[in-house]
């Protein structure tokens, strides 16, 4: 893999982590099994970011649509979420990581809430890398709450119509304040988005990998971000800006 000194990663980039319960069912090992393998691959993630330069790390995590699946897994995956915050959330403060969670907070389980918050009130002021956790997120629905936002603000006279901009609708979205992300990873194969970031996708390049979130290593990361450095990016114009590569 080639890297180039003179050019910066990407400012924001998200990942779709796809693929755990196949993983585990391609080795004949339970779905938990993969869920567990997939949190160590979220370190790694979260370590690359770091070592290249990432400033924003989105992960998609729980999505609005996984309520659909059986108690037992959802129980399984919180139960991973907890671990996660309370064993990795000193290590992550200690490194400067920012931890910021988007999604609907309305109606979460009393055990999960109050260690979302305290992720984020523990590293409220670090100025690394911010490690976006899209819980109980869906970008349909988190469209539709701005827009709720947005018309009770006209209804109670606080803003006129005409206020009503792109502008506007970006700053009642969850991601208020984050930069679009410059390009979303999925892994497993699938090509689609699942839901994810609909708004702030508008020009985010898409690189999908085959492998699946397990196998999400540090080889495969800087690999999609390769493969998002050769792009050349118009923002619907002619000219578009030079590629960026990272470091590794």
């Known amino acids: 893999?080639?890297?180039?000194?003179?050019?910066?990663?990407?400012?924001?980039?998200?990942?779709?982590?796809?693929?755990?319960?196949?993983?585990?069912?391609?080795?004949?090992?339970?779905?938990t099994v993969g869920h567990r393998k997939g949190v160590e691959a979220v370190r790694e993630a979260v370590r690359v970011a770091g070592d290249v330069g990432i400033r924003y790390l989105t992960l998609f995590a729980f999505s609005s649509e996984n309520w659909r699946r059986p108690a037992t897994e959802i129980n399984d995956l919180f139960g991973l979420l907890r671990m996660f915050i309370r064993r990795d959330l000193a290590e992550l403060h200690a490194e400067n990581v920012k931890v910021r969670v988007i999604g609907d907070r309305n109606n979460l389980r009393d055990d999960i809430l109050p260690l979302l918050i305290e992720a984020e009130e523990t590293t409220r002021d670090n100025t690394?890398?911010?490690?976006?956790?899209?819980?109980?997120?869906?970008?349909?629905?988190?469209?539709?709450?701005?827009?709720?936002?947005?018309?009770?603000?006209?209804?109670?006279?606080?803003?006129?119509?005409?206020?009503?901009?792109?502008?506007?609708?970006?700053?009642?979205?969850?991601?208020?304040?984050?930069?679009d992300p410059d390009v979303i990873i999925r892994t497993s194969g699938?090509?689609?988005?699942?839901?994810?970031?609909?708004?702030?996708?508008?020009?985010?390049?898409?690189?999908?990998?085959?492998?699946?979130?397990?196998?999400?290593?540090?080889?495969?990361?800087l690999g999609a971000l390769d493969r998002f450095a050769a792009r050349e990016r118009r923002f619907g114009g002619l000219a578009g800006r030079p590629p960026v590569a990272v470091r590794s």
């Not at 890297?3 to 693929?19: K, L, N």
């Not at 869906?138 to 709450?145: H, P, S, W």
């Not at 689609?192 to 898409?206: I, K």
Request: net charge negative; proline share 7%.
């Open 128 to 179: 690394g890398l911010t490690l976006v956790i899209a819980f109980n997120y869906g970008a349909r629905d988190e469209i539709a709450r701005a827009a709720v936002t947005l018309a009770r603000e006209v209804a109670e006279g606080r803003l006129p119509p005409e206020a009503l901009t792109v502008e506007a609708i970006g700053e009642r979205l969850d991601t208020a304040g984050i930069p």
């Open 190 to 221: 699938e090509e689609r988005l699942s839901n994810f970031l609909l708004w702030q996708a508008a020009y985010s390049e898409l690189v999908f990998v085959p492998e699946y979130w397990p196998d999400f290593s540090r080889e495969v990361f």
């Open 1 to 31: 893999m080639t890297i180039s000194d003179d050019r910066t990663p990407p400012e924001h980039v998200a990942i779709i982590m796809d693929g755990n319960g196949r993983w585990a069912n391609a080795r004949g090992l339970p779905r």
